[in-house]
């Protein structure tokens, strides 16, 4: 079955500094993987997708993620963390089962730190 | 481009009563999907509706229904309401499932409280 594990919980960093955010997937076809944001009290915003072309993908606010089949991974990034970027981020697989689906994993919580 | 919008934000209702919560697509999209959002969870699929046909269902008991109308605008009800059913219900739209690799298009969702 088709999944997505997001290897950490809480990933706290000071601004200016690197955000990793990591995310395995497992999929027996070629998968497609999608990263979204949640702001306190909102729904989701679409960060980034990745549907076969690039393997590095570039999303908004500075965001990207770079699809590893070996590693089977989809760890988004970016540069120099900013304060707004505190947030709930969510991986997710899309799975076709008559309807498609979207299989999310269980959140990074992210806290930048002043 | 008008995003998807949810009615109503927030919601109290009893264990044992049944409620109905409202979505209306974004432009264009003919799919509208629901997901549960427990607290500190990631979302989980309730069910899809494409041109007004439920094609594929989650995990969820049939007091878990829905409709999709024909301007593609949604609803979902909940009958039997039960205190677990307390979360945040997220309606997303999305264009021609098909293929798997269209992005949906989340509301900010309608927070149910059951007592």
């Known amino acids: 079955a088709q999944s997505v594990t997001q290897l950490g919980s809480h990933v706290s960093v000071s601004e200016g500094a690197l955000v990793l955010l990591r995310c395995n997937y497992s999929?027996?076809?070629?998968?497609?993987l999608f990263w979204y944001v949640q702001y306190p009290n909102q729904g989701l915003q679409l960060l980034l997708k990745?549907?076969?072309?690039?393997?590095l993908v570039k999303g908004i606010n500075g965001f990207e993620a770079e699809f590893k089949k070996s590693e089977t991974s989809f760890h988004l990034t970016k540069p120099s963390a900013h304060m707004s970027d505190a947030a709930e981020y969510f991986c997710a697989v899309s799975i076709i089962q008559g309807a498609q689906k979207l299989v999310f994993g269980q959140g990074t919580r992210l806290t930048i730190n002043p | 481009e008008t995003g998807v919008t949810q009615s109503p934000t927030h919601l109290i209702k009893t264990r044992g009563q049944q409620v109905t919560l409202r979505c209306s697509s974004q432009?264009?999209?003919?799919?509208v999907s629901w997901y549960q959002q427990a607290l500190g969870q990631g979302p989980q699929f309730i069910f899809q509706y494409y041109r007004e046909e439920e094609n594929g269902r989650g995990n969820f008991p049939p007091r878990f229904s829905g409709l999709q109308f024909p301007n593609y605008s949604s609803e979902l009800n909940v009958n039997a309401l039960e205190l677990d059913d307390s979360a945040l219900y997220l309606c997303a739209s999305s264009l021609d499932p098909g293929q798997g690799r269209s992005p949906l298009h989340f509301g900010n969702g309608t927070r149910l409280t059951v007592t």
């Open positions: 990745y549907t076969s072309a690039a393997t």
């Open positions: 999929s027996s076809v070629p998968p497609y």
């Open positions: 432009s264009g999209h003919n799919t």
